[in-house]
């Protein structure tokens, strides 16, 4: 009997073709399920208790319980509702699904499920597979994949073959590269100039790649063939011109301009500048670029008119600057300062206390701001104001503390007295922690007497406590007084107060910062006294000795503090953490931080307890510049599905463009946009990261193309990013885009700080634009009221220094005085180098004793080494070598630029047994010369091996047997110092001849034929 009437049966039939039609819908809804218990509700390990049926024992078993009744359920449906292309579109998007998560082990198990459901990976799911690997920086197992695919016939997608190339690039493997690239050339040329956000979908990137790759190994001519016909972009050619330029390959960079014109590329200033450097030695080459300049009829930029400038410098040619002086007709300071050659604010105290006077009433109570106004009041002499704000809060012992610090900050110890005494007369309640203010106070301002006056009198009044023993025991160490801080201790302990873990902390950190012979043996003595107390070492402690090490400690000096660390009773953090890593990279093996990294985890002394304390990994793999550290402990947090905050995402971002892939941490911050629960932890800060590295490798282009990218995703800017675009801007020398970066940041609202204004007055300053940076320094101190450190002083000052402007320069030194700017040592190098620039040599000298005496600075390295530039650049080698006395006498220890110049100074007189002797000082051999170079002090254990290679080989020019036994001397002292192959054989190269039968070539010059001939007719003996 039919239940349905013939006017019901219609769609009843339709509904049944609906069901069949949704049917794959229906599957991709369940394998949803899947993915969602998987990822968020079903907990590793557990099995749901239908999983134990005895057919799925079985399977079960070997892997799993919680992922394979996954795996089940998805099989089940896969084989009951989807044709096989159904089926297999699903199990795709699932695989994405897993790829963006970048669980690799559950990807693996759904490949391996496949043939369960009669199912074969195709070219998406490899490609899935490719990308998951390339995104882990995984390159091995993506050779595994790509020989799975060509052994299965598996064709690969237009996407796969750009992951290849981009595998091939970032391992530096040109002819790979070259490969892939050749085939992808068609779809690169129609993809190059669209607009798009992700560099793994920039073809335009992918050649810029290609291209500095093939730089990197020499293999640009090879490459040049292959761009025939693909539209190029200007950093493309630019960078093509730049390796020309540094190869000084002229023909090559005539290859390139052709290249350029045959694509009928508008050529830039840049360009011509590049190309006027590249074709210098050809002065009709580039005088028919000046024509073609002049006929454009634009104006010049500074860049291209200082090339030309260049290559008349180069060819003497004074009649083509007159030209180039008449055609340009220059008004840019920049050009002008080529052809021919900052307003200090004092501290605004009085200003201060009117305006606080004039508004006290409505200003209200704020308890910083007051404190910040006794200060100003102290400062200018305005007691009256600060009396009436002590006076409204009498018994206020909080405000009484901290004004007496602003005293003791300002140096200012008779207010102290005042104010203490103030809060006496008022009755109020003084405890020790008034009195140890007054001490410290005592200590800041750096008079020993008041200070041991001050304790008698806290002893009197029965308020000494450890703080105050500590307090003093600190002021002895900083003075040098260790026997002093030793008596402390012993009379602490009489008086029966216990010291404390910060007592012994700072006997170590003393001592550490004292250095010298026996040092560690008394380091380790107070560690052993400490424990014989009971008292453990904590962070502190452990971050003092890890201050300690360097590349010349004990390797059981090293063991120590790491069984330290490994005995330490608290819990390891990250400002230890951090301390580890800087004590391994000073010691030199980064293998052994590698290794200390991996016994932490491994120890679980470093808690994996969340994304923060990754993030703390991260960090100190890539300050380790272990990338696959890096990416390993990324992988691991991801994989336990952890999700990252924007501090550990920072992290990753900033470990993976620190270490040279600014690309790679570009895409990640893609991967992170593309998955939902990640994106909100992108910041402006993570991008800047990137920005900073692009800046850092002057890629302005792709500095704008985040930029651009930012601003579309509405972040918020700081001063911060905008500071990193104009960096970006300096160090391209293009200054021209400033204003409209600025006019950016008016837009925003985010007003210029000291650094933005350092930042563009260091940019015009390397352009020689000396007196705009002048300009910008008046208007920071107009219009933005800020006033000038000691960084936009010392640009200043540099840039005056590079343009032997030395009138301007001693004006900003003495600008920076009157504004109380007080100069470093990095001044003072800068300093010497104006002087010794401009061949006054005298002056250098007493300008450097000068400044060091006022100011108190003892002159380091860099300053010495500059003195003996300037001595060498005029030519008075002995005054070089006075100079490098005075340094070791100093306890100066030289660094490798330092004999760099005097070794290559030597050899240029003809001096090699002075430069022999030079060199075994620096490398801390027997028998250095002169004499006083026979110390410690002297050795420089960072010396260039380059400076050591290029020493032996001239050398060994005129000395060969000893140049050889110097050899055997190095290997056998200084094991570390590496001797290239190429140079032993350049050393041996006279010896080998001279063993070897024949007359002497014929092209040697008479006077050597004739050496050589006086040479084999001496006895061996005397040779």
């Known amino acids: 009997m039919n239940l349905f009437g013939a006017s019901d049966l219609a769609p009843f039939e339709q509904l049944s073709a609906l069901l ?209 016909g693909m539209p190029l972009t200007e950093e493309v050619i630019q960078l093509m011109l730049s390796e020309c330029l540094r190869c000084k390959d002229q023909a090559l960079a005539q290859k390139v301009e052709k290249l350029a014109r045959d694509q009928k590329f508008p050529l830039s200033d840049a360009m011509y500048a590049l190309l006027v450097r590249n074709l210098a030695n050809e002065p009709r080459l580039v005088e028919e670029i000046y024509a073609e300049v002049l006929e454009r009829g634009s104006m010049m930029s500074p860049e291209l008119v200082l090339a030309f400038l260049s290559f008349c410098s180069l060819t003497g040619l004074a009649s083509f600057a007159d030209k180039l002086f008449e055609n340009c007709h220059p008004t840019q300071p920049a050009v002008l300062s080529h052809f021919i050659r900052f307003y200090a604010e004092n501290h605004q105290y009085e200003k201060a206390c009117d305006l606080y006077e004039k508004h006290s009433r409505s200003l209200g109570t704020d308890l910083k701001l007051e404190r910040s106004v006794m200060n100003a009041s102290m400062s200018c002499g305005r007691t009256e104001l600060a009396k009436r704000l002590l006076d409204s809060g009498p018994s206020d012992v909080s405000k009484h503390i901290a004004m007496m610090r602003n005293c003791a900050a300002s140096k200012n110890l008779q207010g ?257 946009q593309e998955d939902e629960n990640c994106r909100s932890a992108l910041n402006s800060v993570i991008y800047c990261s990137v920005l900073k590295g692009f800046a850092r490798e002057k890629n302005l282009e792709r500095v704008f193309a985040v930029y651009k990218e930012m601003q579309e995703r509405q972040l918020d800017f700081s001063t911060v990013t905008y500071n990193t675009i104009i960096d970006a801007c300096a160090r391209c020398g293009r200054v021209d885009y400033l204003p409209a970066i600025l006019e950016d940041m008016q837009k925003n609202r985010i007003r210029p700080n000291v650094i933005t204004f350092s930042t563009m007055l260091k940019g015009h300053c390397q352009t020689g634009d000396i007196q705009k940076g002048f300009a910008i320094l008046e208007q920071m101190k107009k219009e933005a009221g800020l006033k000038p450190d000691e960084i936009m002083y010392n640009s200043l000052l540099d840039g005056c220094a590079q343009h032997a402007h030395i009138d301007e320069g001693l004006r900003v030194l003495q600008q920076m005085q009157e504004d109380g700017v007080k100069p470093s040592n990095y001044t003072l190098s800068i300093l010497v180098k104006l002087m010794g620039r401009a061949r006054r040599l005298d002056a250098a000298f007493d300008l450097m004793k000068q400044v060091a005496r006022k100011f108190s600075i003892s002159p380091n390295v860099h300053v010495y080494t500059n003195l003996i530039q300037a001595c060498i650049g005029n030519r008075q080698l002995q005054r070089a070598l006075e100079t490098l006395e005075l340094m070791i006498k100093e306890q100066v220890q030289p660094e490798s630029r330092t004999y760099a110049i005097l070794l290559r100074a030597s050899l240029s007189h003809g001096l090699y047994d002075q430069a022999e002797g ?53 290997k056998a002292c200084r094991p570390r110092v590496r001797i290239d192959a190429a140079t032993v054989r350049r050393v041996m190269a006279p010896g080998l001849r001279q063993a070897t039968k024949g007359a002497w070539p014929l092209h040697l010059p008479a006077n050597r034929q004739q050496s050589r001939a006086n040479d084999r007719d001496r006895p061996l003996n005397s040779r």
């Open 416 to 672: 102290v007295f005042a104010v203490f005494q103030a809060l006496q007369d008022t009755g109020g309640d003084i405890s020790s922690v008034v009195y140890n203010t007054v001490l410290d106070a005592c200590v800041e301002c750096h008079d020993m007497r008041a200070a041991e006056e001050w304790m008698e009198k806290t002893k009197l009044a029965g308020h000494l406590d450890v703080v105050t023993y500590n307090t003093m025991i600190k002021a002895h160490l900083h003075s040098g007084n260790f026997e002093k801080a030793r008596a402390l201790m012993e009379e602490m302990a009489a008086a029966g107060l216990q010291p404390n873990r910060v007592t012994f902390n700072e006997l170590v950190n003393a001592l550490v910062g004292k250095g010298g012979a026996g040092g560690q043996k008394k380091i380790w003595g107070i560690i052993d006294e400490m424990q014989a107390v009971g008292m453990r070492p904590n962070q502190v402690t452990c971050s003092i000795l890890l201050k300690a090490l360097d590349v010349r400690s004990a390797p059981e000096d090293v063991e120590k503090t790491m069984g330290l660390i490994r005995s330490m009773e608290e819990p390891m953090d990250e400002v230890l953490l951090s301390s580890v890593v800087e004590a391994c990279v000073r010691i030199g093996k980064p293998e052994f931080l590698s290794m200390k990294l991996k016994e932490l985890h491994a120890n679980d002394k470093v808690k994996i307890c969340g994304s923060h304390t990754f993030g703390s990994l991260i960090k100190a793999y890539g300050f380790a510049k272990d990338v696959a550290g890096v990416w390993s402990c990324w992988g691991e947090m991801r994989s336990r599905h952890i999700r990252p905050t924007s501090i550990t995402l920072g992290c990753m971002v900033e470990a993976v463009v620190h270490n040279g892939d600014t690309e790679g941490g570009y895409e990640l911050i893609h991967q992170m």
């Open 20 to 228: 069949l039609s949704l049917r794959a819908e229906i599957c991709l809804f369940l394998v949803a399920v899947a993915v969602h218990l998987l990822l968020f509700r079903l907990p590793r390990g557990s099995v749901p208790r239908k999983a134990s049926v005895s057919t799925k024992k079985a399977k079960v078993a070997s892997a799993d319980d919680g992922d394979t009744a996954i795996l089940l359920e998805i099989e089940a449906s896969l084989q009951r509702h989807l044709g096989q292309e159904e089926r297999m579109r699903a199990v795709n998007d699932l695989l994405s699904v897993l790829s963006r998560r970048q669980d690799f082990d559950f990807a693996d198990k759904v490949v391996r499920l496949l043939p369960a459901v009669g199912l074969q990976p195709d070219s998406q799911t490899y490609e899935i597979l490719l990308n998951m690997q390339f995104m882990s920086r995984n390159y091995q197992s993506v050779a595994r994949i790509v020989g799975r695919m060509k052994a299965e016939g598996v064709p690969f997608t237009t996407r796969s073959s750009v992951i290849l190339l981009k595998v091939a690039l970032k391992q530096d493997k040109f002819a790979e590269a070259k490969i892939h690239f050749r085939e992808l050339s068609a779809v690169i040329s129609k993809r190059v100039g669209e607009a798009t956000s992700s560099p793994s979908a920039a073809p335009k990137n992918i050649i810029l790649q290609m291209v500095e790759c093939a730089c990197l190994d020499r293999q640009l001519e090879n490459l040049l063939p292959e761009l025939t």
């Open 918 to 970: 030079l060199l075994r000082a620096a490398l801390g051999l027997k028998e250095a010369a002169p004499a006083f170079l026979r110390t410690p002090v002297a050795s420089c254990p960072s010396l260039d091996e380059a400076v050591v290679n290029e020493m032996l080989i001239q050398l060994s020019k005129t000395r060969e047997g000893p140049t050889i036994d110097l050899i055997s001397e190095i």
